[in-house]
C-alpha cells in the first residue's frame, strides 16, 4: 500500500537520552515535513526537505535534527538539548512542483519522557 | 510572523445541527487557506482550500469562504453527523518563500447522537 509509515507509535525515554522517530515514504513525494502537536497549541513546523541532501529548520528547531539522505526516508531525532520533548509527531509528504498545500500525513508518533 | 487563530472547543453539537468553527488568519500578502480533520486515531487529511479572495472551497458538506477584508477562512456545514466528530484545523501557506503550512490550535467537535 502507498503511504507514510512512522515507527514506533509509542515511545518511552529518560531524560538525557536521545531517540530517533523514523518516517518512510513510498509515495514518491519529494517534499517531506516534520511536525509537532500539542495540546491547544496545533502543529508546529520543526524541519522540512525539498529534496535530497537539504533541509531547513521551521519554527521550533532547537533541540532536533534531521536527515534526507534517500528522497523515501526523513528520520527525526530529538536530542537532550529539547526542553520539553513529550508530545506527538507527525511527519507529512508533499508533491514536487508548485507547492499546493496539500499535506499527507503519517499516523504519528507518541514521545514520553520519563 | 503569520498566524492562524482559531475557536477554542469543545464544539458540542446534537446531530443535524449547525456547525461554524471560526479561523482568522495573519499573513502578509494573500495566502492560500485550509481545512485539515483529524479523526481519532488518525493522522490529518486535508477537508478543503481556497486560494484567493472570494474563493470556497467545500467538501462532504463542509464549505468556508476565503475573506479577505475580514482575515477569515470560517468552516460551516448545515448538518453535522456523529462520524464529523473530530478535531478539525485551519492553515495557510504563503504563496512564495517558505513551502509549508502554518497551522491554528485546532478545534475538537463533538457530535452526540
Known amino acids: 500500500d502507498g503511504g507514510i509509515t512512522q515507527s514506533p507509535k509509542y515511545l518511552f525515554r529518560k531524560e538525557g537520552q536521545n531517540v530517533t522517530l523514523s518516517c518512510e515514504q513510498n509515495?514518491?513525494?519529494?517534499?517531506m515535513y516534520w511536525y509537532r502537536q500539542d495540546p491547544g497549541q496545533g502543529l508546529r513546523l520543526i524541519y522540512y526537505?525539498?529534496?535530497?541532501?537539504?533541509?531547513q529548520k521551521g519554527d521550533i528547531a532547537e533541540g532536533y535534527s534531521v536527515s534526507r539522505e534517500k528522497k523515501e526516508s526523513f528520520p527525526l531525532t530529538v536530542t537532550s538539548a529539547q526542553k520539553n520533548p513529550t508530545a506527538f509527531y507527525l511527519c507529512a509528504t508533499s508533491l514536487k512542483g508548485q507547492f499546493t498545500g496539500e499535506l499527507f500525513f503519517g499516523e504519528g508518533s507518541r514521545l514520553t519522557v520519563l | 510572523g503569520d498566524s492562524v487563530t482559531q475557536m477554542e472547543g469543545p464544539v458540542t453539537l446534537s446531530e443535524e445541527a449547525f456547525l461554524t468553527i471560526n479561523c482568522t488568519y495573519t499573513a502578509t500578502g494573500y495566502p492560500s487557506l485550509f481545512w485539515y480533520v483529524q479523526y481519532p486515531g488518525e493522522g490529518l487529511q486535508l477537508l478543503l482550500k481556497a486560494t484567493k479572495a472570494d474563493d470556497k472551497g467545500s467538501n462532504k458538506g463542509f464549505e468556508a469562504t476565503y475573506r479577505k477584508e475580514t482575515t477569515s477562512f470560517h468552516l460551516e456545514k448545515g448538518s453535522v453527523q456523529v462520524s464529523d466528530s473530530a478535531v478539525y484545523f485551519c492553515?495557510?501557506?504563503?504563496?512564495?518563500?517558505?513551502?509549508?503550512?502554518?497551522f491554528g490550535s485546532g478545534t475538537r467537535l463533538q457530535v452526540q447522537p
Open positions: 526537505s525539498q529534496i535530497v541532501n537539504d533541509f
Open positions: 509515495l514518491n513525494h519529494d517534499a
Open positions: 492553515a495557510l501557506s504563503r504563496n512564495t518563500g517558505r513551502r509549508a503550512l502554518t
